[in-house]
């Protein structure tokens, strides 16, 4: 069976430790996680957990059936028509040329987030794969540091 | 009503109708067992090991199908426990474990006896809790019962604080639980249901699967009916011995890698199989590309999530056994055909006849498979059989004529040695009218083996049949089989003696080596008012048959062993 990327959010009880009963469900039956974030849901006492994964239909149908199975879990969406987003911040040092990188931030729904005396913060919040050539393109202004952060997916 | 934490869980234990908890006490949780000593709603029982008292839980949940109470402290009390609760989680038996925990205050400081109870019990069990506020255990204890006996029962750990035992409270037991995020399904979907009876209209080679899931939701008398009805054939997992009944004709046998013959094969040729809480486990499906090739399948399950999780299913439907079969008999009645089947049915006795199951009975020495027949003619419908894990454990499965479910008790998913005696002081406490056995090994016994001293002071005569063979017997059959007899650490000729052994906790020992011996001793160990050690030496090198080679196809069994 093909492996394919899957973006799932479930949508949890915001109590104490569950999300070690999701990331120890996707540990103990051997799940992949390619990305993992969790927040409150505002206005309620849920968290939404959006995780990206990747098998075969019969391990992403288990991932679905085993999150539901957990207690703490009200249901779980298995997208496939979202709007997905990620976030990255990238350190330059303040000798490259604030212009440039500000103009690549732009292309890439982002811009400068602070500039100090040694080093400029950029920021961009794209769909993964452009965030990577995001990533790729600012190698040539000497990125001190790059965090990124994980994937949110909304339903259209 | 304003009560300590240590009160209310003694309220609310009685509030769920508990009469037995089976524990041990420690440090962590004392205010409890304070509370215990003050109240007289329910026994307990001094287990003389944590992992022996969820067993005892366990067994006691098993045979009365309640749930099973038991309790620990924290830090290696609650440890000693996992294996407990493990079994039972693999099971799917509705158990409350309550733990003690240390002081909050302390959580996180690696206190004495502190252990992340919840982090540990997290993949072995349904669900957890560490209480962290008086206010919430009440709403707990009562969702703790709830989540154990709905949808597919699993047990649950109630882990809780020494200070929030000591506080006080107002304890206001809920009548009712209100869990949003956990609603399971029981009706089972009308399509499906019509769609699976149509198929089963159309079938040629239909086979019925039963699983531990008929048992636990209480289906045996509907599969009956749906089997009279249909005259469709059955076979048993190792989970559901005892549903269909020994004497039933439509029963084919046992299931699995060492199912027998015509059992493993109707498995293999069947068109359509009707899978009834039963999960596909390895043990029973062999290599998965070659198990039931030609058949379509229906699976209910109350677990949606064993559905389609190792084959593809046809007719998946996620319900309750029993509601699903009560939708399902009604659609079949003036519809289905029982002739339809008879070829079928004739092709399956057929290979009966050709291999079945069977034995090479001796007069020189004890055979294991002579002694689980005897007791099975001996007591028959009024034993409840416990067993161990191991080749006795086969052979019992085998061999004694099972009757009704809940009369066959053993640890099939994890397949925990030292299960069968705990778990049968708590068969024998829950069921006290009827004679209690553990058929075990001389490997098993010794692992929960203080229970003697738990037995007898309980006065709960419980008859442990050791079928003695020196050997780790399973362990050793494979070495003979498939690592050329090599026996690294299985020869357990160095043995204790069982009879002193009984005797020196305030039981019974009995040495039997000839067949009239054992005859005498179990005639005398059923009179007997006490717990006994029945030490029944037997054939060293018996090998349970037929075997499916793990990871081999089903239809190809090993159906007797030459010794090259």
């Known amino acids: ?156 | 009503m304003k009560m300590s934490g240590a009160q209310m869980v003694c309220e609310a234990l009685i509030a769920e109708g508990v009469t037995t908890v089976f524990g041990y006490p420690g440090g962590a949780i004392m205010n409890v067992y304070d509370a215990i000593y003050k109240q007289n709603g329910f026994e307990h029982i001094l287990n003389r090991h944590e992992q022996a008292a969820v067993h005892a839980a366990d067994g006691y949940a098993r045979a009365t199908g309640k749930v099973g109470v038991a309790m620990v402290t924290s830090g290696p009390g609650f440890t000693n426990a996992v294996t407990g609760l493990a079994t039972a989680y693999m099971d799917s038996i509705p158990l409350v474990v309550i733990s003690g925990q240390v002081p909050l205050s302390l959580i996180g400081t690696d206190g004495f006896q502190e252990v992340d109870a919840v982090g540990i019990s997290r993949p072995c069990t349904k669900h957890n809790y560490l209480v962290d506020s008086i206010e919430d255990l009440p709403r707990i204890l009562k969702e703790a019962f709830y989540i154990a006996n709905s949808g597919r029962p699993g047990p649950v750990l109630v882990d809780i604080p020494k200070d929030i035992t000591a506080e006080y409270g107002i304890f206001n037991y809920p009548s009712e639980v209100n869990i949003p995020t956990y609603r399971p399904s029981y009706k089972g979907n009308d399509r499906q249901i019509k769609k699976a009876v149509e198929a089963m209209l159309e079938a040629k080679k239909p086979l019925l699967y039963l699983g531990g899931g008929v048992v636990l939701g209480n289906a045996s008398d509907l599969v009956r009916e749906f089997t009279k009805l249909t005259q469709i054939p059955a076979v048993e997992t190792l989970m559901a011995r005892g549903v269909m009944g020994n004497e039933n004709p439509l029963l084919l046998g046992m299931i699995g890698m060492h199912g027998n013959y015509s059992s493993n094969m109707a498995m293999s040729e069947a068109d359509l199989i009707i899978s009834l809480g039963a999960r596909f486990d390895d043990r029973v499906t062999g290599k998965l590309s070659e198990f039931a090739k030609y058949a379509q399948i229906i699976h209910v399950d109350i677990d949606p999530a064993n559905i389609g999780k190792l084959v593809d299913v046809d007719f998946p439907i996620v319900g309750d056994v029993s509601e699903v079969l009560h939708k399902m008999i009604p659609l079949l009645v003036g519809t289905v055909n029982p002739d339809r089947y008879q070829a079928w049915r004739e092709i399956l006795a057929r290979y009966n006849e050709l291999h079945p199951l069977s034995y090479n009975d001796s007069d020189e020495v004890i055979k294991p498979q002579w002694v689980i027949e005897r007791i099975g003619k001996t007591l028959g419908e009024n034993a409840i059989i416990t067993s161990d894990v191991g080749q006795h454990q086969m052979w019992a499965a085998q061999f004694y004529p099972f009757d009704r479910p809940r009369q066959w008790i053993n640890s099939g998913g994890l397949g925990t040695m030292g299960f069968g005696f705990p778990a049968a002081l708590g068969a024998k406490r829950g069921i006290p009218e009827k004679t209690v056995i553990n058929i075990t090994g001389d490997g098993s016994i010794l692992m929960n083996m203080q229970e003697l001293v738990t037995a007898a002071e309980y006065k709960i005569p419980v008859i442990n049949v050791i079928l003695n063979n020196q050997f780790l017997g399973m362990v050793r059959q494979w070495q003979t089989f498939f690592y050329e007899k090599r026996y690294s650490e299985t020869d357990l000729s160095f043995q204790p003696n069982f009879k002193a052994l009984a005797e020196a906790c305030g039981g019974i020992g009995y040495d039997v080596t000839t067949k009239k011996e054992f005859d005498d001793a179990l005639k005398d160990a059923i009179k007997q008012d006490k717990v006994c050690f029945m030490n029944v030496a037997v054939n060293r090198f018996e090998n349970v048959l037929p075997m499916v080679p793990a990871g081999g196809a089903l239809y190809n069994m090993l159906l007797e062993h030459k010794d090259k």
């Open chain 1, 1 to 156: 069976m093909q492996e394919v990327r899957r973006v799932i959010s479930a949508i949890v009880m915001n109590e104490s430790s569950v999300l070690a009963r999701v990331s120890g469900l996707f540990a103990g039956r051997g799940y992949n996680i390619e990305s993992l974030t969790v927040a409150p849901i505002p206005n309620s006492d849920l968290s939404r957990i959006t995780i990206v994964t990747k098998g075969n239909q019969r391990i992403i149908e288990q991932i679905i059936k085993q999150l539901n199975k957990l207690i703490s879990t009200l249901k779980v969406i298995e997208h496939e028509e979202m709007v997905e987003k990620e976030m990255v911040l990238i350190k330059f040092p303040a000798s490259e040329h604030l212009g440039d990188i500000q103009a690549l931030c732009h292309t890439y729904n982002g811009g400068i987030v602070n500039a100090g005396e040694n080093m400029i913060i950029a920021m961009a919040a794209d769909e993964s794969k452009r965030i990577e050539h995001f990533i790729e393109a600012s190698q040539r202004y000497n990125p001190l540091e790059i965090v990124r952060g994980g994937i949110v997916a909304i339903e259209r």
